[in-house]
């Protein structure tokens, strides 16, 4: 009893979940367990040839190879690489002066790529919001502040901003350190398995 309670709670939050790995990942720097407990300020790496998922309540990310992002709950700030997201809570993607976001809370799966300072949208589900804003619109002429993306479609943005997050010291609590993660990161992630986990067949970060 004292390990349920924790665990259905912990299914209702957003903010935190479950990262999944093969081996090729790295947590806050430190390379990841097979699962490991993730919490906002997370920040996770993917090395070629490597994938890794992350799972919350109503949301599922699949983290593709060389990929750098920061996990903010609903929110994801991507660096460099490609994430693919399947949500029913909103989750958004911010790349620099991009953001990317569903349209309304209806289950929505899309693509986000950021490579060689161009942020590629693609849609398979649903509808998501482009966003642009700051340096972006300032120095790419005809670029619209908004666009709605239909399923099937896909839009490219230029990032004039970089990244979110990177060159931020301090960012984060105490969960964010990272020692916290590595010495609580097993027990959470135990927990938190009980309201996340579907069924008997575990999810692999090669089946999307």
């Known amino acids: 009893m004292i390990l349920i309670l924790p665990a259905s709670l912990a299914a209702q939050d957003p903010t935190r979940g479950l990262l999944h790995s093969d081996g090729g990942t790295w947590l806050n720097e430190v390379q990841a367990p097979n699962v490991a407990a993730i919490f906002p300020d997370s920040l996770v790496q993917t090395q070629a040839g490597h994938v890794a998922r992350i799972e919350v309540e109503g949301s599922s990310v699949l983290i593709l190879p060389e990929t ?94 970089g990244s979110r997050f990177e060159n931020e010291p301090g960012t984060g609590g105490l969960l964010d350190s990272r020692t916290a993660q590595i010495l609580g990161g097993a027990i959470v992630a135990a927990i938190i398995c009980l309201g996340v986990c579907h069924g008997d067949d575990p999810v692999s970060p090669a089946k999307p």
């Open 68 to 161: 750098m992002m920061q996990f903010q709950g609903l929110t994801l700030a991507l660096d460099h690489g490609t994430i693919q997201l399947d949500t029913a809570r909103e989750m958004e993607v911010i790349v620099g002066c991009v953001t990317i976001s569903p349209v309304n809370s209806d289950r929505t799966g899309y693509d986000v790529t950021d490579a060689r300072g161009t942020v590629t949208v693609s849609v398979s589900k649903n509808e998501v919001k482009i966003h642009t804003h700051g340096a972006t619109l300032q120095k790419s002429k005809g670029v619209p502040a908004d666009a709605i993306l239909h399923p099937g479609e896909h839009a490219s943005r230029p990032d004039m901003c």
